[in-house]
C-alpha cells in the first residue's frame, strides 16, 4: 500500500515538472505578436477604472511602439482613436496626458528604415485626415480652462504637429486653416515665457508658411496654397512683427541657433508668388515703419539744422587784397604786381568749400606799365556738401518716399478690408433678422399647433363624455325593458296562477288585474322608449357639434399645410394602440 503511494506521488511530481518545463520552454520560443499586445494595452487603457493601471499601461505602449514598426502598423487603426479619446476626456490627468503624446509621437517618428516611414505616413494620414483631431491638439495649446498649462504636454503638442508637418503638410496645412484661430493660437506661443516651447512653435511656424511643394513629403505638393494662407493670417496676426523682435533680443546677425532657426520665418525668406511676398512683407512693415516715421523725421530735421548751420557759417567773400605800397588809395588797388591773397580765416578756399576756387582777378595794363587790379565786388558763397552728405540726405528721401508709398497703399488697404468688414457685418445683420423672423414664424406656428392639439384633446374628451353618456342611455334603456319584461312575466304568472272566484282579493276581477298589468307594461315601455328617444336625440346632437368641430379642425390644418386626414389617422392609431 505504502508502495503504491509513493509511486503514484513521483509520477504526480514528475507531470508537475514536465509541465513546468514545458510552459517555460514555451515562453523562451514563442515569438511575440505585436498586434495582441498592442490591442491588449489598448484595452487597459479604456477599459481600466483605476488611473495607476492605464498609466501603466499607456508607458508599455509607448515603450513598445519605440523602433517597432509592426507595433506602429498595428497601432495605427487602433490606438489613435483611443488616445484622442483619453485627450479629450482625461484632462485632469496630467501624466496619462503626457503619456499619450508621447506615445503617439512614437506612433509616427521620422522614419530611418523604408518600414519605419511606411507606418508613419499611414498613421499620420489618419490622425491629419480628420480635422477635428488637429483641432483637439490645437486646443491643447489655448489657454486655461480650455487648455492645459502643463510644459510637457504643449510641449509635446508642438512636436508632435511638428511631425505630422515633415509626414503630411498639405492636410495639417488645411486642417489647420479650417480650425477657427489655429493660426493665431501658434502665433500667441511665440510670446511663450519658456524659450523651448516658443523654439519649436517658431520651427513649426516657419515650416507652415514655407510654399515650397517639396515641403512635408507626401502632403506637399498641395501644400504650396495652404502654405501662402497661412503666410497672410500670420502676417495679419502679427507673427513678423514678433519675429523680428527676436531676431533683435539675440543679438541679429551675432545671435546663435535662435537666429537661424527665426531666419526662415523672416518675411525676407517667404517664397512663393509676388503679391503674396508683398502682402506679408507690407503687413509685418507696417508696424515698424509707424515707429521709423518718427525717428525719419527726427533725422531729417537734424540733418536740415545742420546744413543751415553750415550754410550759415560759410556766408560772406574773401576781403580785397591790401592795395601796394607805392600805389595810391584808391578803389583800383595800383601797383606794379598785385600781392595774391594767401589764406586766412577768411580765404576763399575755406568759404567755399575744399572743392571751390576763388574768381580770379582780372589784370588790365596801367599807366606807365604797371598793372591794374580790377577789384569785384563781394561774391555771395556757395556752400559745397560733401558727396557722403548728399548721397545720405537722398537715401532718406528716397526712403522717406518708399515709406510714405508704402503707407498709401496700406491704408488704401485697410480702407477696403474695412469696407469689406462693413459688407459682412451687414450681411450678418440681415441674417439674423432673418433668423429672428424665422424663429418668430416657427414660435408662432409651434403655438397654432399647440392651440390645435388643445382643440384635439378637448373635442376627444368631449367625445369620451358623449360616449360615456351614450352608454348610460343604452343602460336606461335595457333596465327598462329588462323592467317591462318582468312586468310581463308577473302579469302572465299572475294570469297562469287565477284559480279564484271571478272576484279577486281586494274586490278586484281577474280582468281589472290582468288590465292593471297591461297599463304598467304599457307605462313601463313608454317610459324606456321615451328615456331611449330622448338619449338618441342628445346623442345624434353631440355628434352634430363634434363632426363641426372636426371639420373646423380640418380646415385649421389643412390652412396650416398640413394633412389633416392623415393626422387624424396617426392619432386613431396611436389612441387605438
Given amino acids: 500500500m505504502l508502495g503504491r503511494l509513493a509511486k503514484g506521488v513521483g509520477g504526480l511530481a514528475k507531470g ?4 513546468a518545463l514545458g510552459e517555460a520552454r514555451s515562453a523562451l520560443t514563442a515569438v511575440p505578436n505585436d498586434e495582441a499586445e498592442v490591442e491588449g494595452l489598448l484595452q487597459r487603457i479604456s477599459g481600466s477604472l483605476l488611473p495607476e493601471y ?8 509607448k515603450d513598445l511602439l519605440v523602433d517597432n514598426p509592426k507595433a506602429q502598423l498595428a497601432f495605427g487603426s487602433m490606438g489613435i482613436p483611443v488616445l484622442l479619446a483619453v485627450l479629450r476626456d482625461d484632462r485632469d490627468d496630467v501624466a496619462l496626458l503626457q503619456s499619450a503624446l508621447e506615445a503617439l509621437g512614437q506612433g509616427f517618428p521620422p522614419g530611418l528604415t523604408p518600414a519605419e516611414a511606411t507606418a508613419a505616413a499611414l498613421n499620420a494620414d489618419l490622425l491629419a485626415r480628420e480635422r477635428e483631431h488637429v483641432g483637439l491638439l490645437l486646443g491643447l495649446l489655448e489657454d486655461e480652462p480650455v487648455g492645459v498649462p502643463d510644459f510637457y504636454v504643449r510641449y509635446h503638442a508642438v512636436q508632435l504637429l511638428t511631425s505630422l508637418l515633415s509626414h503630411c503638410a498639405g492636410k495639417l496645412q488645411e486642417a489647420i486653416l479650417a480650425t477657427p484661430m489655429s493660426v493665431v493660437r501658434l502665433t500667441e506661443l511665440l510670446g511663450e515665457r519658456s524659450e523651448v516651447i516658443r523654439n519649436e512653435a517658431l520651427l513649426l511656424l516657419a515650416a507652415l508658411t514655407r510654399t515650397d511643394p517639396r515641403v512635408g513629403g507626401a502632403g506637399g505638393a498641395s501644400g504650396a496654397g495652404g502654405g501662402s494662407e497661412v503666410q497672410k493670417i500670420a502676417a495679419f496676426e502679427g507673427a513678423f512683427d514678433r519675429v523680428a523682435e527676436l531676431l533683435r533680443e539675440e543679438g541679429g546677425l551675432g545671435g546663435g541657433m535662435v537666429v537661424q532657426d527665426t531666419a526662415p520665418a523672416s518675411p525676407s525668406e517667404i517664397p512663393g508668388p509676388d503679391d503674396s511676398a508683398r502682402l506679408v512683407w507690407a503687413v509685418a512693415q507696417m508696424g515698424r515703419l509707424a515707429r521709423e516715421m518718427d525717428e525719419l523725421r527726427a533725422r531729417n530735421r537734424a540733418l536740415a539744422e545742420d546744413l543751415f548751420r553750415l550754410s550759415q557759417s560759410g556766408l560772406g567773400s574773401a576781403p580785397p587784397p591790401p592795395p601796394h605800397p607805392g600805389a595810391s588809395a584808391s578803389v583800383y588797388g595800383m601797383g606794379p604786381h598785385p600781392q595774391p591773397h594767401h589764406g586766412g580765416p577768411h580765404s576763399a578756399s575755406q568759404a567755399f568749400g575744399p572743392y571751390s576756387q576763388p574768381h580770379p582777378q582780372p589784370l588790365v595794363g ?6 591794374m587790379a580790377v577789384v569785384q565786388p563781394p561774391q555771395p558763397a556757395v556752400v559745397v556738401n560733401s558727396a557722403a552728405d548728399v548721397e545720405a540726405r537722398v537715401a532718406l528721401e528716397l526712403r522717406a518716399g518708399r515709406a510714405e508709398q508704402e503707407v498709401a497703399a496700406l491704408r488704401q488697404q485697410l480702407e477696403v478690408m474695412a469696407a469689406r468688414l462693413s459688407q459682412a457685418e451687414a450681411d450678418a445683420a440681415a441674417a439674423r433678422e432673418a433668423a429672428a423672423a424665422a424663429h418668430v414664424a416657427a414660435s408662432k406656428a409651434e403655438a397654432d399647433l399647440a392651440d390645435l392639439s388643445g382643440a384635439y384633446n378637448n373635442l376627444e374628451a368631449h367625445a369620451f363624455a ?14 327598462a325593458q329588462a323592467a317591462a319584461a318582468a312586468a310581463e312575466a308577473r302579469s302572465q304568472a299572475a294570469a297562469a296562477g287565477a284559480t279564484g272566484p271571478a272576484h279577486g282579493a281586494g274586490g278586484l276581477s281577474e280582468a281589472d288585474i290582468q288590465r292593471r298589468i297591461e297599463e304598467a307594461v304599457a307605462e313601463a315601455r313608454a317610459e324606456g322608449k321615451a328615456e331611449a328617444e330622448e338619449g338618441m336625440t342628445d346623442l345624434f346632437v353631440c355628434l352634430g357639434q363634434e363632426e363641426r368641430k372636426v371639420e373646423v379642425l380640418r380646415q385649421a390644418l389643412e390652412g396650416l399645410g398640413l394633412d389633416a386626414e392623415s393626422l387624424l389617422a396617426t392619432i386613431q392609431e396611436e389612441e387605438g394602440g
Fill in 16 to 19: 508537475v515538472a514536465g509541465v
Fill in 54 to 61: 492605464r498609466r501603466q499601461a499607456m508607458s508599455q505602449l
Fill in 366 to 371: 596801367g599807366p606807365g606799365g604797371t598793372s
Fill in 466 to 479: 358623449t360616449e360615456a353618456q351614450l352608454r348610460s342611455a343604452q343602460g336606461a334603456l335595457a333596465a
